[in-house]
């Protein structure tokens, strides 16, 4: 199977047995050799994950086998994936109109949560002035703001995006300021030494030094943005992903539904993982 | 004794770097008690003395990094209230920011010490620091790559770049290799003697080696609180060539007297806690 071609150690074992040609019981030497390396291959390879996820594929497969709903409320693995080539093209579309709410929004909080959390993390009296409202304001679930976001605003688009703000502003925000608190003495001496000025001193010192802080700020606001976009298009969107997987709930269509989740969890883990290789690239420094 | 010449060095009023009953307490804890001292223009002094007693906290004080409690600290009969280009520093370690190239981390001084110049020439001199702590060829690299003794080289071509009269380095050498430090100690002494005019340099060891191999004058630190048990001038003429004067017998005795003397003054410093310790008793 498989596992003999992903381990680097059979290769090991074959050339050991190659070598011990001057044993007359080969065959049955060979045999014992093999079997710790078999016990193993799981535990050294680190493949638990993929094996755990084809335990999961497993069991759902066999509830919509069995359950007697099963067929109707958990299509099977392969009834869901043909839902998911067949919806693809609208899922697309879906990705889309989705990507240009969640974009906006989600960069703009990115922006001014790191703009305005350095300059409140810096600066004593903006520090006094904001504080007690991010104290009261940043624990509010952003979801809340929803029903009046889209009651206020001219277009679910300008609602959906300004919810978006809400929910990325506040990690990016609180973490930046909490970043800026962590700025290492040595850093505030050098740029002292150096005589740097207000503006340089936050954007080439503190800015890079709370890098660090920034970033899970950022993830932790991306993941938000995707909660808070979903949510949003549940409410009144006329296309995205969670209009998407909403639509077919309504129309009980749950092979597309389960189609349109998994898709989305699709989604979400690659924007992750962009902004994890983006993190990977600007923190090169730190060990 | 010869060796133990207490005179204060040349006298040349006004100018230098002047401490007068220069007193820092730390949460009303004295740290540092009427502290007195001139340096001359020009003049290399070493600030000798255990950890804890107070070195690194005179040195941030002439830096301008911290305020003293009261006296006076000048340079150059003007005030020091900050800190200022006219005195750059060399700290034990981490004195480069880690996210810059090595040449970033210098043509960041070269702008506050050129303003006037483009970042053309500024990396063209930046480059020309390096060359002369000979790290031509790592001026794109950063920090983490380089070995801790690289990177003191860094600081003190950064140092260098700021132009300023007055060098103050902290222990600057006390994380290095036996080897690394010997070189960086030549490096320093060149770099001062070849300078025109002369850097008026305070370079704080707890080293009594290094002191003397370096120093026109040793500044003794008592500790607790921190203040000054000695003085000396050290006699040797410069150029020093290691291996003849560390091995001489003279610079031996000169080691020996004064590693005395801080055990004298721990000696006391014991005597005086228990005749407190005593009258305590007694109450």
Redesign the interface.
Known sequence: MKANTIEPQPGFAIKLAATQPLSNKTAVKSAPAARPRRSNWWRLSGKEGVLFLLALLLIWQVISTFHFKGAYLFPSPLVTSKALRASLPELLKGTWSSFIILAPGYLLAVATGIVWGLLVGTTAWLSRLFSPFARFASPVPPTIYIPYAIALLPTFRTAAGFVVFIGAFWPVFLNTAAGTASL?Q??R??A?????KRTEYLW??VF??S?PHIFSGMSVGLVFSFIMLTVAELFGASAGLGRFVQLYADYADYPRMVAGILYTGAVVLLSMELLEQIKRRAL???? | MNALDTRPANSALGSGLKVESLRFAYNETPVLLDINLTITEGEFVCVLGPSGCGKTTLLRLL???ETFSSGNLSWKSQPIT????E???V?QD???????SLVNNIT??LA?SHPETDKKWRLNLAEEFLEMVGLENSARK???ELSGGMQQRVAIARALA?GSPVLLMDEPFGALDPVNRAKLQDLVLNVWSNANPKKTVVFVTHDIEEAIYLADRIVMLGSSPGRIIQELRVPFARPRLRRALTGSPEFQTLQEQIAERFRQDTLQRIEAESVVAGDAEGI
Do not use: E
Request: proline share 11%; glycine share 10%; charged share 15%.
């Open positions: 290492p040595r850093y001496d050098n002292r030494i150096l005589g740097l080439r010192i890079p030094a890098l090169f420094w730190v060990k | 830096a301008g990094l900050g800190p200022s280009l005195r750059g520093v700290f981490y004195s480069l920011f880690p996210w810059m960041l001084a506050k950063h920090p983490f700021l």
